[in-house]
Protein backbone atom coordinates (compact mmCIF):
# COMPACT_ATOMS: atom_id res chain seq x y z
CA UNK A 1 0.00 0.00 0.00
CA UNK A 2 1.54 3.36 -0.85
CA UNK A 3 0.00 6.57 -0.29
CA UNK A 4 -3.38 5.83 -0.17
CA UNK A 5 -4.03 3.31 -2.24
CA UNK A 6 -3.79 -0.32 -3.20
CA UNK A 7 -0.27 -1.40 -5.01
CA UNK A 8 -1.18 -3.33 -8.15
CA UNK A 9 0.47 -6.80 -7.81
CA UNK A 10 2.00 -7.63 -11.14
CA UNK A 11 5.27 -7.80 -12.82
CA UNK A 12 4.51 -4.06 -15.33
CA UNK A 13 7.35 -3.19 -16.67
CA UNK A 14 9.93 -0.49 -15.15
CA UNK A 15 7.98 2.92 -14.64
CA UNK A 16 4.33 1.51 -15.07
CA UNK A 17 2.26 2.68 -11.49
CA UNK A 18 -1.25 1.07 -10.78
CA UNK A 19 -3.30 0.27 -8.23
CA UNK A 20 -6.77 0.79 -6.64
CA UNK A 21 -7.31 3.79 -4.08
CA UNK A 22 -8.94 3.02 -0.33
CA UNK A 23 -11.94 4.18 0.97
CA UNK A 24 -11.33 7.73 2.88
CA UNK A 25 -7.68 7.81 2.29
CA UNK A 26 -6.36 10.51 -0.05
CA UNK A 27 -4.51 9.29 -2.79
CA UNK A 28 -1.32 11.00 -4.29
CA UNK A 29 -1.33 9.97 -8.09
CA UNK A 30 1.11 10.23 -10.78
CA UNK A 31 -1.08 12.40 -12.74
CA UNK A 32 -4.84 13.62 -13.04
CA UNK A 33 -7.04 10.90 -14.82
CA UNK A 34 -9.09 11.68 -17.38
CA UNK A 35 -12.79 10.99 -16.24
CA UNK A 36 -15.40 8.58 -17.92
CA UNK A 37 -19.41 8.89 -17.95
CA UNK A 38 -19.23 4.81 -17.10
CA UNK A 39 -22.66 3.37 -18.19
CA UNK A 40 -22.32 -0.50 -17.69
CA UNK A 41 -21.56 -0.51 -21.94
CA UNK A 42 -18.25 -1.64 -24.22
CA UNK A 43 -17.60 1.80 -25.65
CA UNK A 44 -13.73 2.62 -25.90
CA UNK A 45 -11.79 5.58 -25.92
CA UNK A 46 -8.51 6.79 -26.39
CA UNK A 47 -6.45 8.79 -23.64
CA UNK A 48 -5.43 11.38 -26.36
CA UNK A 49 -9.16 11.81 -27.69
CA UNK A 50 -10.76 12.53 -24.03
CA UNK A 51 -10.01 16.08 -22.63
CA UNK A 52 -12.36 18.39 -21.68
CA UNK A 53 -15.46 16.16 -22.75
CA UNK A 54 -16.28 13.31 -20.08
CA UNK A 55 -17.35 10.58 -22.80
CA UNK A 56 -19.89 7.83 -22.13
CA UNK A 57 -17.21 4.92 -21.82
CA UNK A 58 -16.57 1.82 -20.22
CA UNK A 59 -12.54 1.17 -20.94
CA UNK A 60 -10.09 3.90 -21.79
CA UNK A 61 -6.26 3.19 -23.98
CA UNK A 62 -3.28 5.19 -23.81
CA UNK A 63 0.19 4.55 -25.40
CA UNK A 64 0.53 8.49 -24.50
CA UNK A 65 3.81 9.02 -22.17
CA UNK A 66 2.57 10.93 -18.96
CA UNK A 67 -1.17 9.49 -19.32
CA UNK A 68 -3.34 7.86 -16.49
CA UNK A 69 -5.72 5.87 -17.45
CA UNK A 70 -8.55 4.96 -14.79
CA UNK A 71 -11.95 3.77 -13.61
CA UNK A 72 -14.60 3.67 -11.17
CA UNK A 73 -16.07 0.89 -9.30
CA UNK A 74 -17.75 0.26 -6.01
CA UNK A 75 -18.35 -3.61 -6.70
CA UNK A 76 -17.81 -3.97 -10.21
CA UNK A 77 -14.68 -5.38 -11.83
CA UNK A 78 -11.89 -3.05 -12.66
CA UNK A 79 -9.37 -4.51 -15.31
CA UNK A 80 -6.34 -2.88 -16.18
CA UNK A 81 -4.09 -4.09 -18.93
CA UNK A 82 -0.51 -3.17 -19.84
CA UNK A 83 2.10 -4.10 -22.98
CA UNK A 84 4.85 -6.27 -21.52
CA UNK A 85 7.00 -3.25 -23.13
CA UNK A 86 5.32 -0.72 -21.41
CA UNK A 87 3.74 1.14 -24.67
CA UNK A 88 0.44 0.90 -23.64
CA UNK A 89 -2.17 0.81 -21.04
CA UNK A 90 -5.81 0.59 -20.07
CA UNK A 91 -8.29 0.77 -17.70
CA UNK A 92 -11.35 -1.16 -18.24
CA UNK A 93 -14.86 -1.07 -15.73
CA UNK A 94 -16.23 -4.44 -16.37
CA UNK A 95 -19.69 -4.90 -14.26
CA UNK A 96 -21.89 -8.00 -15.26
CA UNK A 97 -23.30 -5.82 -17.99
CA UNK A 98 -19.99 -4.24 -19.63
CA UNK A 99 -18.45 -7.78 -19.04
CA UNK A 100 -21.81 -9.71 -21.42
CA UNK A 101 -21.46 -6.87 -23.73
CA UNK A 102 -18.15 -7.69 -24.48
CA UNK A 103 -15.98 -4.76 -22.62
CA UNK A 104 -12.62 -6.52 -22.14
CA UNK A 105 -12.52 -7.81 -25.89
CA UNK A 106 -13.01 -4.04 -27.10
CA UNK A 107 -10.46 -2.45 -24.88
CA UNK A 108 -8.18 -5.23 -26.42
CA UNK A 109 -9.46 -4.99 -29.68
CA UNK A 110 -8.28 -1.18 -29.60
CA UNK A 111 -4.82 -1.98 -28.72
CA UNK A 112 -1.66 -2.09 -30.68
CA UNK A 113 -0.61 -4.51 -28.42
CA UNK A 114 -1.02 -8.44 -28.93
CA UNK A 115 -3.63 -10.33 -26.71
CA UNK A 116 -0.10 -12.63 -25.83
CA UNK A 117 1.55 -9.84 -24.75
CA UNK A 118 -0.67 -7.96 -22.75
CA UNK A 119 -0.75 -8.22 -18.50
CA UNK A 120 -3.82 -8.01 -17.08
CA UNK A 121 -4.82 -6.96 -13.51
CA UNK A 122 -7.92 -7.10 -11.57
CA UNK A 123 -8.83 -4.58 -8.55
CA UNK A 124 -11.30 -5.21 -5.85
CA UNK A 125 -14.57 -6.27 -6.89
CA UNK A 126 -17.68 -8.30 -5.05
CA UNK A 127 -16.87 -11.77 -4.65
CA UNK A 128 -18.54 -14.87 -5.49
CA UNK A 129 -20.46 -15.11 -2.00
CA UNK A 130 -21.66 -11.73 -1.88
CA UNK A 131 -22.91 -11.15 -5.10
CA UNK A 132 -26.26 -12.91 -5.94
CA UNK A 133 -27.84 -12.74 -9.48
CA UNK A 134 -31.38 -13.30 -11.40
CA UNK A 135 -31.42 -16.31 -13.94
CA UNK A 136 -31.08 -13.57 -16.83
CA UNK A 137 -27.92 -12.83 -15.41
CA UNK A 138 -26.50 -16.31 -16.10
CA UNK A 139 -28.44 -16.91 -19.57
CA UNK A 140 -26.32 -13.45 -20.53
CA UNK A 141 -23.32 -15.07 -19.95
CA UNK A 142 -24.03 -18.36 -21.22
CA UNK A 143 -25.35 -17.12 -24.10
CA UNK A 144 -22.23 -15.80 -25.36
CA UNK A 145 -20.20 -18.79 -23.59
CA UNK A 146 -20.46 -22.29 -22.59
CA UNK A 147 -17.82 -22.07 -20.30
CA UNK A 148 -19.43 -19.52 -18.04
CA UNK A 149 -22.15 -21.26 -16.62
CA UNK A 150 -18.65 -22.84 -14.31
CA UNK A 151 -18.84 -18.91 -13.12
CA UNK A 152 -22.20 -19.44 -11.04
CA UNK A 153 -23.58 -21.27 -8.33
CA UNK A 154 -27.21 -21.70 -7.57
CA UNK A 155 -28.36 -20.32 -3.74
CA UNK A 156 -30.93 -22.55 -1.72
CA UNK A 157 -32.89 -19.56 -2.93
CA UNK A 158 -32.72 -20.80 -6.78
CA UNK A 159 -30.93 -17.65 -7.56
CA UNK A 160 -27.31 -17.58 -8.55
CA UNK A 161 -23.82 -16.95 -6.83
CA UNK A 162 -21.64 -15.06 -10.03
CA UNK A 163 -17.92 -15.10 -10.09
CA UNK A 164 -17.12 -11.63 -11.86
CA UNK A 165 -13.10 -12.40 -11.26
CA UNK A 166 -13.88 -16.05 -13.48
CA UNK A 167 -16.12 -14.09 -15.64
CA UNK A 168 -13.35 -11.81 -16.52
CA UNK A 169 -10.43 -14.80 -16.59
CA UNK A 170 -12.99 -16.49 -18.92
CA UNK A 171 -12.81 -13.65 -21.55
CA UNK A 172 -10.00 -12.34 -20.96
CA UNK A 173 -8.44 -15.92 -21.60
CA UNK A 174 -10.49 -16.34 -24.49
CA UNK A 175 -9.08 -13.22 -26.12
CA UNK A 176 -5.86 -14.42 -25.50
CA UNK A 177 -4.48 -12.48 -22.71
CA UNK A 178 -2.85 -15.59 -20.43
CA UNK A 179 -0.72 -13.21 -17.98
CA UNK A 180 -3.61 -12.36 -15.65
CA UNK A 181 -3.02 -11.32 -12.13
CA UNK A 182 -4.98 -9.78 -8.54
CA UNK A 183 -8.69 -10.95 -8.02
CA UNK A 184 -8.27 -12.17 -4.16
CA UNK A 185 -10.34 -9.02 -2.97
CA UNK A 186 -13.92 -8.74 -1.62
CA UNK A 187 -15.19 -4.55 -1.96
CA UNK A 188 -18.33 -6.09 0.14
CA UNK A 189 -16.26 -8.07 2.81
CA UNK A 190 -13.76 -5.31 3.44
CA UNK A 191 -15.61 -2.73 4.84
CA UNK A 192 -12.28 -0.65 6.25
CA UNK A 193 -10.89 -0.52 2.74
CA UNK A 194 -13.31 -0.64 0.41
CA UNK A 195 -16.69 1.29 -0.95
CA UNK A 196 -19.77 -1.43 -1.95
CA UNK A 197 -22.61 -0.20 -3.56
CA UNK A 198 -24.21 -3.59 -2.70
CA UNK A 199 -23.57 -3.52 1.22
CA UNK A 200 -24.18 0.85 1.73
CA UNK A 201 -26.26 1.74 -1.44
CA UNK A 202 -23.42 4.66 -1.35
CA UNK A 203 -22.09 7.31 -3.89
CA UNK A 204 -18.66 6.08 -2.88
CA UNK A 205 -16.22 4.92 -5.83
CA UNK A 206 -12.92 3.61 -5.56
CA UNK A 207 -10.26 4.22 -8.51
CA UNK A 208 -8.29 1.85 -10.32
CA UNK A 209 -5.59 3.70 -12.48
CA UNK A 210 -2.69 2.97 -14.71
CA UNK A 211 -0.11 5.44 -15.32
CA UNK A 212 2.89 5.09 -18.29
CA UNK A 213 5.47 7.33 -17.28
CA UNK A 214 6.68 10.06 -19.32
Not at 36 to 53: F, I, K, P, T
Not at 189 to 201: E, I, L, N, T, V
Request: glycine share 10%; charged share 20%; proline share 6%.
Amino acid sequence: MTSGWLVADWPAPPGIIAGTTLRDARADLPAEPRRLNQVHGARVVRWEDVASQVPDADAIVSGSPGSLCAVRTADCLPVLLCAEDGSEIAAIHAGWRGLAAGVIEAAIDAMQTRPADLLAWFGPAISQPAFEVGEEVREAFCAVSADAGAAFEQNDRGRWQADLYQLGRQRLAAAGVSAVYGGGLCTYADPGRFHSWRRDGSAGRLLSFIYKPL
